[in-house]
């Protein structure tokens, strides 16, 4: 552990002086191939720090927030778009806003039910949730139960675990930096179509970085070619598309071994459906069923499905094993200085 703090100390010092570089340095080319150019040594830095660490959770954090996002926030700042253009006023709003799942909360007036702060009862009952889940481990009663109830239970982990990563996150960043920010979870287990779960409600800092770099263009590329309509599909699918290619990095980055692209195939089969809803909705076809069954729907399609395709090379590299070992032993060590503090 200690090693992986000194790396993730290093990792960060790091990260300052490239976005230190890009913020002092890039910013004064003119937007375009040029500043583009100029910013790759960034992107191969933040490419290569998720494989200084051993822990999960350190590499499946830096290659989130710096190789995923980060970049994609760099791309759009060498052409002088959002959200790092115009340019903050300062070098730690700058960081701030390159480096962490953050962004501003505008409220649009479409979008205002999306942006509702989490109440404070929700929140207590995931940390009793989570609390449960953890002390299933910790007594080791996760071991006699079969793998589907695992799977369950484990699914279940990951999600809390990373809303409360991501949500601490953008709650220590608004305090510092004095704005409001966006929520980046908001309830997914109530969407009442995968258009909905995918786009606002699961990580919704993904698609406000995908769909400028990869949905307008690809769209826009496509539109003389085989008309609006299809063109928009051919956005959606390719989004899809580059986010099950990211996860199959993050997954390398875990396991270090050659991708079975089954996590692509999973965000492709999710990219075909969401595509087809679309279309039915669009042509409605028939009519929408009640949000009940909607919502019961489309969780058991993401659980089946993540079941089939995302979580396998998970259990097959024990990397579930890491994750809980890891969880564990945060909790050990907090409990050790607790009591040495009170003693």
């Known amino acids: 552990m200690e090693e992986e703090l000194r790396n993730m100390l290093k990792i960060w010092v790091s990260a300052l002086i490239s976005i230190s570089y890009c913020y002092y340095i890039s910013s004064k080319i003119s937007k375009g191939f040029l500043?583009?150019?100029?910013?790759?040594?960034?992107?191969?830095?933040?490419?290569l720090i998720p494989l200084f660490f051993s822990s999960v959770h350190f590499c499946v954090i830096s290659a989130f927030f710096l190789t995923w996002l980060a970049n994609f926030k760099l791309a759009l700042f060498a052409f002088d778009q959002e959200p790092l253009s115009p340019l903050p006023s300062s070098l730690s709003r700058f960081?701030?806003?390159?480096?962490?799942?953050?962004?501003?909360?505008?409220?649009?007036s479409s979008s205002q039910t999306y942006n509702?702060?989490?109440s404070?009862?929700?929140?207590?009952?995931?940390?009793?949730?989570f609390s449960f889940l953890l002390h299933l481990y910790s007594n080791n009663y996760h071991n006699g139960l079969s793998q589907l109830p695992f799977l369950a239970i484990f699914t279940i982990h990951i999600y809390l675990e990373s809303e409360f990563i991501l949500f601490s996150t953008g709650t220590l960043l608004s305090t510092l930096l004095g704005c409001e920010i966006e929520r980046v979870f908001n309830e997914p287990y109530l969407a009442?179509?995968?258009q909905d779960f995918w786009s606002r409600r699961w990580n919704r800092m993904v698609p406000s970085v995908l769909r400028p770099t990869v949905h307008i263009p690809v769209q826009q590329f496509t539109t003389p070619l085989i008309g609006p309509n299809l063109a928009f599909y051919a956005g959606v699918l390719?989004?899809?598309l580059v986010s099950g290619l990211m996860h199959e990095l993050i997954y390398f980055y875990i396991i270090r071994k050659s991708p079975t692209w089954e996590v692509t195939c999973f965000f492709v089969l999710h990219g075909v459906v969401t595509s087809l809803e679309i279309w039915v909705k669009q042509m409605r076809l028939c009519p929408p069923p009640h949000r009940a069954v909607s919502s019961l729907v489309v969780v058991v399609f993401v659980f089946v499905t993540a079941g089939w395709l995302f979580t396998p090379q998970v259990l097959r590299n024990n990397v579930h094993k890491r994750v809980i070992n890891e969880c564990l032993f945060v909790i050990d060590f907090v409990k050790s200085h607790l009591v040495n503090i009170v003693m």
């Open 238 to 240: 390719a989004t899809f």
């Open 35 to 47: 500043r583009l150019l100029s910013l790759l040594p960034t992107f191969i830095i933040f490419l």
């Open 116 to 118: 509702k702060p989490m």
């Open 95 to 108: 960081f701030c806003f390159a480096c962490f799942p953050i962004k501003t909360n505008q409220k649009p």
């Open 192 to 194: 009442t179509s995968l």
């Open 120 to 129: 404070k009862w929700v929140l207590a009952s995931k940390i009793i949730i």
